[in-house]
């Protein structure tokens, strides 16, 4: 099976800077897009930002100049790097990832989630 587990949240004003991590662990043989999503209460998980094996980037409108994505593939590491937080950036970041497992083929996994809370 395989694991993510995202680190990095917390209660930060608006104007400040985050960065969280998910690593992947388990029985990984490769992993293709990775992405961050959060979700507000009371509405649906939304697309931050994904990022490609090759490192492709794609941005939501209302992040981009803000936040920046990027990944370790050595480590199976994801990062999202959040500047200039605003209070609607407040809610539940999850990550994701197309990863070829050991004895499972292609899945999707999604991580915890990690609560951001940006105060005005």
């Known amino acids: 099976q395989v694991q993510l587990v995202e680190s990095g949240g917390g209660l930060v004003q608006a104007g400040g800077s985050l960065r969280l991590s998910c690593a992947a662990s388990?029985?990984?043989?490769?992993?293709?897009?990775m992405g961050w999503y959060r979700q507000a209460p009371g509405k649906q998980r939304d697309l931050v930002a994904t990022?490609?094996?090759?490192?492709?980037?794609n941005y939501a409108d209302s992040v981009k100049g803000r936040f920046t994505i990027s990944r370790d593939n050595a480590k199976n590491t994801l990062y999202l790097q959040m500047n200039s937080l605003k209070p609607e950036d407040t809610a539940v970041y999850y990550c994701?990832?197309?990863?070829?497992?050991?004895?499972?083929?292609?899945?999707?996994?999604w991580g915890q989630g990690t609560q951001v809370s940006v105060s005005s």
């Open positions: 994701n990832a197309n990863v070829l497992g050991g004895a499972y083929g292609w899945n999707n996994y």
């Open positions: 388990g029985s990984i043989i490769s992993i293709n897009t």
């Open positions: 990022i490609t094996s090759r490192g492709r980037e």
